[in-house]
């Protein structure tokens, strides 16, 4: 009965629907690129203007909750020190067998790694990415906000450069979260149920 | 009666049925006596028999008083245009082309495309009332047709045209086309301008024989499957005067849906019947996005040529005056059966189904004067044309472009004109010596010729704005939202799915191979580790 619920519904939703979203903005926003093609240019612009609204929505919400909870806090950056030996764990302790540095408590669940590349995640990389696409997306409007003499390039390039941080984010997100738990895939399963598995 | 009842209702329907079934017989007929106030055939003054054209426009001129007055002063008639800006003197009268070259001294056979008669030389009177051919943009009957070399008259007695073939022109019966005048329709119009360049199709690749009667597939407008428009439905202004011409084309009409006393009455543009706003908007709002930097023909033309008649692509006159051993014209076709060699006229290739190629345009054509120097060792463009992306006036709009291969004049590096056609043996097609055709129409046109000619290649954009196809079959969005997309070769602006920044790519995909080699390797090196510890 002592389970911790690390993650309440709201933030489990969140997660989920967030991963889904990035996902298929990634798939369409690649599309729009030039990458490839797969789903047809104007459906790809749909798929991805549409996601684009809801993930605005959603991280509105979520800032929303994250301020009324007061669970903002879990993501403040930790003091250099606590940062530093997390960051020689990654690089040496975690091939020697040493013990993790970082004790997780409830007001504390991330690690401070974790604190600080989600801060970075939803407090920079997200709202670039969003303000450049809203610009994008509001091309035909720059005279009426004195932005005609601006490069869509420009923009584009920005947004751009925001995709490829959420796409390199993607895979050591995934590395961590799913190899670095006590329990085989651990964290994988909090996110989903929002506690751990406890033993025995 | 009940009974009365459950007999009389079927009688009664069926009688309603049979009303309704002759009402809508009926209605057709009806419509077309209600369209006219006047009957033609009915007017004293048409009831001769009439030996010429000038005599049928003398009989049209006792009624409509100022029509001629009003032909005088258009394009059809003058076959010139002052630029506005330029001051530049455009036109047929004076422009080179990379058809036929030009008019001086070909008149009698350029000139069975005027709307007047007997414009055959430099005398021809510009003020002649009784000149003017009302016909030839009136006949209803299909009958009245110019004769090619009659300098704007129709043959008044059955003659062979080609000269000595077969084939043979009838004359019309001219009291019965001038009591049968009526509103111009697809085929008056097209009788000259579905043949420009000498031909069926040949000139304008959006424009030819197959526009008479098209379907809506061809024509969504002039489908007479569908609105069955005409092109004075879109080409229409007061006086005679036709609006939508070529050398102030209208690229972008601000004004939207035109309403009377309010707007320009320009029906010659798309924006002036559909708004500059026209697509239904979806998630996105893209398509009217664009109507700012692209023309609605960039998109609703995915092709031209697509009648089923061939455009001409490609006229080299340097091959011209070729015989065969023993002495006569060759004539070649290539494998569709479409002419490819005459002796007469040089080498051609022809294309149906064609792309269209794409350019900035704000609507100013400049065209090269005949006196203004050329770069011998380049292409010469004919004509050429204002707009970039940064230009608000303009967008991007289709063209067809005619290439080829002309004379110059070698010695002044200029273009020149040739005389081609006439009985004279200074004419190209009776001596087939370009020196002497050259000065012949050099030197009618007061213009400099140094005596010394070559061939160069030119081009002559022709903006397209017919062929518009049903929505089904409009270009979508990758056509050039794509790496190898139609827009490749227009640059000065970024466009997504296309451009993108080689080191932003870069980088961004070496960041992405990176992280994924880092967690690869770190992985790798902890399941090492501890497989070494245990």
Not at chain 2, 110 to 127: A, E, L, Q, V
Not at chain 2, 245 to 274: F, L
């Amino acid at each position: 009965m002592s389970q911790i619920y690390y993650f309440s519904l709201f933030e489990r939703f969140w997660h989920w629907s967030q991963a889904i979203l990035i996902f298929g903005m990634l798939i369409t926003g690649f599309e729009i690129h030039g990458t490839y093609q797969l789903l047809g240019y104007e459906q790809a612009i749909n798929l991805h203007t549409i996601m684009a609204w809801v993930l605005i929505g959603l991280w509105l919400l979520a800032l929303f909750w994250h301020t009324t909870t007061g669970e903002w806090r879990q993501y403040l950056p930790s003091d250099a020190d606590t940062m530093l030996s997390m960051v020689k764990y990654y690089l040496v302790g975690i091939f020697l067998g040493a013990p993790h540095p970082f004790h997780r408590k409830r007001v504390e669940k991330h690690n401070p790694m974790q604190r600080m590349a989600y801060l970075i995640l939803t407090m920079v990389i997200s709202p670039i990415i969003w303000l450049s696409g809203i610009l994008y997306l509001f091309y035909q409007y720059w005279p009426l906000i004195g932005m005609s003499g601006t490069s869509l390039g420009l923009v584009a390039a920005v947004h751009t450069i925001g995709a490829f941080a959420i796409l390199s984010f993607i895979p050591i997100h995934l590395y961590l979260t799913l190899t670095t738990s006590e329990e085989p895939f651990g964290y994988l399963i909090e996110m989903i149920v929002g506690h751990e598995r406890k033993r025995g | 009666m009940y009974s009365r009842n459950c007999c009389t209702l079927p009688l009664v329907s069926l009688l309603s049925l049979l009303s309704l079934l002759l009402f809508t017989v009926a209605l057709p007929a009806a419509e077309e006596i209600i369209k006219t106030t006047a009957d033609h055939t009915k007017f004293d003054e048409l009831q001769q028999t009439f030996n010429s054209g000038p005599e049928v426009t003398q009989a049209c001129l006792s009624c409509h008083t100022e029509a001629s007055k009003q032909i005088h002063k258009t394009k059809h008639w003058l076959w010139k245009f002052t630029h506005p800006d330029t001051g530049e003197e455009l036109g047929k009268q004076t422009i080179v082309n990379n058809f036929c070259g030009a008019i001086e001294t070909n008149y009698a056979r350029c000139t069975s495309c005027h709307i007047g008669y007997g414009w055959k030389d430099n005398s021809f009177d510009f003020s002649s009332e009784t000149n003017v051919d009302c016909l030839v943009c009136h006949d209803t009957t299909g009958t009245y047709k110019k004769f090619p070399t009659g300098a704007g008259h129709p043959p008044y007695v059955d003659k062979p045209f080609p000269p000595k073939s077969k084939k043979i022109w009838k004359a019309p019966d001219l009291s019965q086309v001038a009591q049968r005048v009526g509103k111009t329709s697809r085929k008056t119009c097209g009788a000259c301008h579905f043949y420009g360049g000498g031909g069926d199709g040949i000139k304008h690749g959006d424009l030819d024989s197959s526009m008479t009667n098209p379907n809506q597939t061809l024509d969504v407008h002039m489908g007479t499957d569908g609105l069955d428009f005409t092109c004075s439905t879109c080409h229409q202004k007061e006086g005679h005067d036709v609006s939508g011409s070529r050398y102030i084309t209208q690229a972008k009409d601000e004004h939207g849906i035109d309403v009377p006393g309010r707007d320009d009455n320009i029906r010659s543009t798309c924006e002036s019947c559909h708004g500059d706003k026209p697509h239904p908007v979806t998630v996105n709002n893209k398509l009217n996005d664009h109507t700012n930097k692209i023309a609605c023909t960039t998109c609703h033309i995915p092709t031209y040529a697509r009648g089923g008649r061939p455009t001409k692509t490609w006229w080299d006159w340097s091959t011209a005056g070729r015989m065969s051993n023993d002495g006569k014209h060759i004539k070649t076709k290539d494998a569709q059966g479409y002419v490819n060699y005459v002796t007469k006229k040089g080498s051609f290739e022809w294309g149906e189904n064609l792309v269209p190629e794409y350019a900035w345009y704000s609507g100013n054509i400049r065209y090269k004067q005949l006196d203004e120097k050329i770069d011998p060792n380049g292409v010469v463009a004919i004509n050429t044309f204002e707009g970039s992306y940064d230009d608000p006036d303009a967008r991007i709009w289709p063209f067809k472009v005619m290439r080829g291969k002309q004379p110059f004049d070698k010695g002044n590096n200029t273009l020149v004109t040739t005389h081609l056609f006439g009985k004279d043996s200074d004419a190209y097609w009776k001596s087939f010596d370009w020196n002497r055709a050259i000065k012949a129409a050099m030197d009618a046109g007061n213009a400099d010729y140094s005596g010394e000619y070559g061939f160069i290649e030119t081009t002559y954009h022709w903006p397209l704005a017919h062929m518009v196809s049903p929505k089904e079959e409009t270009l979508g969005c990758e056509s050039c939202h794509a790496k190898e997309g139609r827009l490749g070769n227009l640059s000065g602006f970024y466009m997504p799915g296309r451009d993108n920044y080689y080191w932003v790519d870069l980088f961004g995909w070496l960041a992405v191979l990176g992280t994924v080699g880092g967690i690869s390797l770190h992985g790798l090196g902890r399941l090492f580790s501890k497989a070494n510890r245990r």
